[in-house]
């Protein structure tokens, strides 16, 4: 449901706009359904939102509500039930059904990282367009940009990945991602065996503190998956996930 393909479904069919004005969503529509039903359909396409919202409840098996500061959405999916827990960001175009209710278009997506207090509190000024989301995901450049706007750091050691965040956060005046070494390796280790990717991000989330944009986010949560990226990893032969990744597979005669 995350695929590229699918995002690129959902923004075509509720974003685009054919040369009579139209969504390409109503002109599907309009050659499917007549009378009543036809005009309910496009008037919900033509209310289509795409959101950024927040998890607050997940009911097992029949959908999940979200929020948008002080906007409340009721979703109708199984599957989001099941792939959504709560404090989850969810980016997708939803339309609404009926009653308050809502479904989710294809091409939705869970946020990688968990938002704040604060970002929740102002989340309103940080909704993004599904074409940013998509230059995100892809690490593109955005029109006109010379080079993309988040660096990806590829550092070689743990040490370097570390010197780089806590320069970084030194300048920024961020102190609790200034830590050790060891402090670093300890706690993506934990994570590791743990399987909980998430508990990771979270927890340099809560480091990081309030930021005005994802774009500046985002920034932090790279240089952190840089040292996550350069970690030893005991099971694998204390090979990082950097050289793991860059390893040439021979293939055996």
């Given amino acids: ?13 509720f974003g685009f ?7 390409p969503a109503e ?17 919900s396409i033509q209310d289509a939102r795409y959101i950024m919202a927040v998890t607050t409840m997940v009911i097992p098996g029949k959908g999940v509500c ?14 989001l039930s099941r792939e959504l827990s709560k404090d989850d960001a ?5 339309l609404l059904a009926s009653r308050g209710r809502w479904v989710v278009c294809p091409g939705w997506l869970v946020w990688p990282t968990r938002l704040g207090a604060g970002m929740r509190a102002n989340l309103r000024k940080m909704q993004p367009e599904p074409i940013l989301i998509e230059r995100f995901l892809q690490r593109r450049a955005s029109a006109g940009d010379k080079k993309p706007r ?3 750091p590829r550092d070689n050691t743990l040490e370097e990945a570390v010197a780089r965040m806590t320069e970084a956060a030194q300048a920024a005046g961020k102190p609790r991602l200034v830590r050790s070494v060891l402090a670093w390796k300890r706690s993506v280790l934990a ?25 500046e986010l985002n920034r932090w949560m790279a240089l952190a998956m840089n040292i996550w990226n350069t970690t030893p990893q005991p099971d694998r032969g204390d090979r990082t996930a950097q050289e793991l990744s860059s390893e040439d597979i021979i293939p055996s005669d």
């Fill in 90 to 94: 969810l980016c997708a175009h939803v």
């Fill in 150 to 152: 988040i660096d990806y």
């Fill in 66 to 79: 979200l929020a948008l500061e002080d906007e409340e959405f009721e979703i109708d999916s199984r599957v």
């Fill in 17 to 23: 706009r054919l040369p009579d004005g139209r969504h």
């Fill in 27 to 43: 002109m599907a529509a309009t050659s499917l359904l007549d009378g009543t039903r036809l005009s309910s359909a496009l008037k």
């Fill in 191 to 215: 994570c590791m065996r743990s399987g909980d990717m998430n508990r990771f991000s979270e927890d340099v989330t809560k480091r990081v503190g309030d930021v005005p944009s994802l774009d």
């Fill in 1 to 13: 449901m995350n695929g590229r393909e699918r995002r690129f479904v959902g923004w075509f069919g």
